[in-house]
C-alpha cells in the first residue's frame, strides 16, 4: 500500500476564522509543472467528474485546461483513464453519499490497476469527517486536495505518481483572490465569471462560509477585462458569480465599489447578455433594480434565495432579514421591472420548524409567484450551528410539507408559463435538445428555458422566438422572420 502524506487535513474550526480588518490578498496561480510530470502525463486520459454550484462547474473549468495544458485527454470512461478526479460539494448530505457510492464502484477498478489515480477535490474535502471516512474506506483514493489550493495540482500530482504517495492537501485558510488561472469554458457562448470567493455570512444551517474561506472580491477592473476578453472570443453571455453578489467589494474598504457599479460597468462592456446569481436579500440594494433596469443587455431575471417565510426562522438561520423586508424588494424591483422573471431557494424542516413557519412560507410563495424555485429539505451539516439545534419534527412532517411547497412552486410556474404564450421573446441558443433531437434549445432574456424546431445552424445565435404553448418549466416557440 502507498504511504500517506498528509500535509494539511480539513479542519472546520480553522476554516470559519476570518481576519475581515485585511483586505484580502491576491496572488498569481501557480502554472509550473516538472518536466517528468510533463512527460509521464502527456497523452494519458482523464474524468472529471463535477456536483454542486456553478462555482464548482467554474472550479472545473479551470482543473480541466491544468490537466488540458499537459496534454492529457478528457473522456467519460472511468475504466481506461488514467486519473479519475470527483470535484465534489457539500451543500447536503446527499451529495457526499453520492461520492461514497461512486467510490465504491470503482474499488474493483483501483485495486487492479495501481497506476490509477483517483482523487477528490472540491467542497467535500474541505469537510473533516468525510476526509476521515474516505482517509479509512477508501485506501486507494490517491489525492485529495481543497478549494484553496486547486493550482497546486501540478506538485501535488508529481508526488503522488513519483514518490508513489496517498496525499492529502486541504488547507483551512481564509483564502485568496487568484488571479490568471489557466482556463476553458465547457460552454461556447456563454461563461460564468466569478467576482468574488468564498462568503462571510454563516447563516446557520450552511457549509459553504467553511469550505470556501472568507469573502474576496475581485476588481472591478480583473472582471471586466475578462468580460471584455470573451467577448472577443465570441461569447454572448457571462454570468457574473459570487455566494453573495450583493456583498460585492465589501471586503475591499472602499465605498466606491459596490456590485451597483461592477454590473454596470460590466454592462457597459456591450456583451450581449449579462446575468448574476446568486444575491442576498439582507445586502441588496435598491441601486442594482436600477441598473438592471437601465441596461437591457442585463436580462430580466433575479435569483432571490428566500429560505423561509417566518421572521423566527429567518433569525434562527442568521439570515438578516424579515419577510416584510423580502416583499419590500420584490415590490421595489416590479416597479422598476414588471416583468422580471424571479426565482428562489426554500429550506423546508429547519430545526424546530411549526407548522404557522412553514405557512409563513407558503403565503409567502402565494404573493410572490415565483416562476421557479430550488426546494430542500434541511441537511444536517457538521460543524455549522444550526446541527447543535434541537429538532422535534418528524420526518414524514417534513415530507409533507416538502411536498405541498412544491405543488405550489408548480401551480405558479405553470400559470407564469401560459401568460408567456403568444409573448415573443429573445433566445439564446445553446444546443439540439437533450430530449428530442428535432429541436434547439436555449435560454430567454428572462431565464425560461425555449424548444424551437429549427435547424443546427442557429446554435450560437440570438433570436426573436414567439412563444406558442407552455409547459409547467419549458416553452414551446417558433422563431419569428
Ligand atoms: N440543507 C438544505 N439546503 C441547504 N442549502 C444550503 N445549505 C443547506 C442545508 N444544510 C440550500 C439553500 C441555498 C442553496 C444553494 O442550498 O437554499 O440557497
Ligand atoms: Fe457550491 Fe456550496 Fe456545493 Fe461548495 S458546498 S459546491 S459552494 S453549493
Redesign the pocket.
Known sequence: MNKTKIISFPDLQKAAKRQLKNIPDIREANKLASKRLKEYLAGKSYCLFTSG?QANVRDSEIIKAYLDNLNMKQIEDVNTASLILFNTCA??ENAETKIYGELGHLKPLALNDKDKIIGICGCMAQEEKPITYIKEKFPFVRLIFGTHNIDDIYSLLDEVIFNDERLIDVPSIEGSVVENYPSTRFEKYKAFVNIMYGCDNF?T????PYTRGRQRSRSIESVVNEVISLKEQGYKEVTLLGQNVNAYGVDLKDENITFAKLLEEVAKTGIERVRFT?SHPAYFTLDVFDVMAKYPNIMKALHL?L?SGSDNILLRMNRHYTNEKYLYLVDELRKRIPDIYLTT???VGFPNETDEDFEKTIELCNKVKFDNA?T??????DG?P?AKMQDKISDKTKSERFSILQQTIDKYATINAQNMVNKTVEVLFDGVSKRDKNMISGYDNYFHLVHVKANPSIIGKILKVKIVSSHTYSLIGEICD
Open positions: 454550484c451543500i447536503r447563516c444551517y450552511c457549509i459553504v446568486t434565495p429560505q431557494d426554500i429550506i430550488f430542500f429539505i434541511y441537511s444536517k451539516r455549522t444550526a
